[in-house]
């Protein structure tokens, strides 16, 4: 298989991240003899300071010509002064807006092994799969207008959705439902806003065509706490692009931290990849980043961009196996020193090449 992979691995634990989640899909390709092109070109604050942009033009060819992009994450401190169209962030929206695709998928999964980690209880957390799937090109982040008029000394941006936008996001959530537990949860703010109220409808009379899954609506606000309360009520979420960028960090607190959330875009032209977390500057340079979710994320090129899924699964067992072995960083035992980037990536190498050592040796009887 050949598949061409663009890193823009970006800011902050961004790189030292990147780094190990390149290294999963290098043995990948090494074990089972696939061709993967990996090249690396600047996005965010890095790019900024070498070119003036956060996202060169160089860098935005380079990915319009790949099968899948890799980013690690983008922003930093001494960018806040900046006004949001000059921002590290500006230049990864305007890559989201290039390559195309609306369907941002978010699993946010219990581990087992972390069940003691996450500030809920055990029994609250254990059995937990929700996979959000955030609306990634509209809504607030891209509606116009959007202006902050100094002199008025006012500001405002837009949250606008067409039909047709709800449609193509909400056909994939349905879709992925019926994969999995065959439950929908849409969620908007429709007792206040009327795209909202354009959202609830449109899902609503498509729900028509997917019979087989059940559909729930709920208010953001209630969503918020029913994830805290209830997470293994949900299976599905579905949502726009705020609501859903604001819900993905909440979850992360079910799984034990934000570092271990994957991200995967897909329904547009080249599928972007990236970890749910920041750039975390107070971290940076440390080499004490989690490293799991890029390396979940990994695993999500190989499902979506190379339809590799039994090495997806490898890698996502060699999480879990590493997880239960004891291994943790910093951010999941809090307070605590935990093992470094390099440390817990290597484990992870470690324990994939058995697994696809093993798996080959019985294919090969
Ligand atoms: C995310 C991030 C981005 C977003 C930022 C960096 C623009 O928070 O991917 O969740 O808001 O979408
Ligand atoms: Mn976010």
């Known amino acids: 298989m050949k598949l061409k992979v663009l890193v823009v691995a970006g800011d902050g634990i961004g790189p030292e991240v990147t780094n ?10 090494e074990m089972g003899g696939h ?9 965010g604050g890095v790019a900024i300071k070498k070119e003036g ?10 990915a319009l010509e790949s099968d899948a992009v890799l980013l690690g994450a983008v922003g930093g401190n001494e960018f806040n002064s900046l006004p949001p169209n000059k921002r590290p962030e ?19 999964f219990a581990w087992p ?18 996979l959000f799937v955030r609306e990634l090109l509209g809504g607030l982040y891209f509606g116009e207008p959007r202006v902050w008029d100094q002199e008025a000394g006012a500001a405002w941006n837009t949250m606008r959705y067409t039909r047709d936008e709800v449609i193509r996001v909400a056909r994939v959530a349905f879709e992925l439902a019926q994969a999995r537990r065959k439950k929908l949860t849409s969620v908007d703010k429709a007792n206040v806003l009327e795209v909202s109220q354009l959202w609830r409808a449109t899902v609503t009379e498509l729900a028509a065509q997917y019979p087989d899954v059940t559909l729930e609506h709920q208010y953001v606000d209630a ?32 799984t034990g931290s934000l570092g271990m959330l994957p991200s995967a875009t897909i329904g547009g032209g080249v599928n972007l990849y990236e970890p749910v977390h920041g750039s975390a500057p107070d971290i940076a340079g440390k080499g004490i980043a989690n490293p799991l979710g890029a390396i979940l994320t990994a695993a999500m090129v190989l499902r979506h961009s190379a339809k590799l899924e039994e090495d997806a699964q490898a890698v996502e067992t060699a999480v879990r196996t590493v997880l239960e072995q004891g291994y943790r960083t910093a951010d999941l035992v809090r307070g605590q020193q935990g093992v470094s980037t390099q440390q817990m990536g290597n484990q992870v190498h470690q324990v994939l090449s058995e697994l696809i050592d093993r798996r080959q040796a019985m294919h090969a009887v």
């Open 90 to 108: 500006a230049g990864l929206l305007q890559l989201r807006k290039a390559l195309g695709g609306f369907a941002n998928l978010r699993p946010s």
């Open 223 to 254: 969503c918020a706490m029913h994830l805290m309360n209830t997470p293994r009520n949900f299976d599905v979420v579905l949502t726009e692009n705020l609501f859903g960028d604001i819900l993905s960090d909440e979850a992360a607190v079910i």
């Open 53 to 62: 942009t956060p996202l060169p033009d160089s860098t935005l060819k380079l």
């Open 20 to 29: 190990e989640a390149v290294r999963v899909l290098r043995s990948v390709a």
């Open 113 to 130: 092994a972390l069940a003691q980690n996450s500030p809920l209880k055990a029994e609250v957390v254990t059995g937990t799969d929700i």
């Open 35 to 43: 061709d993967f092109e990996i090249r690396e070109a600047l996005i």
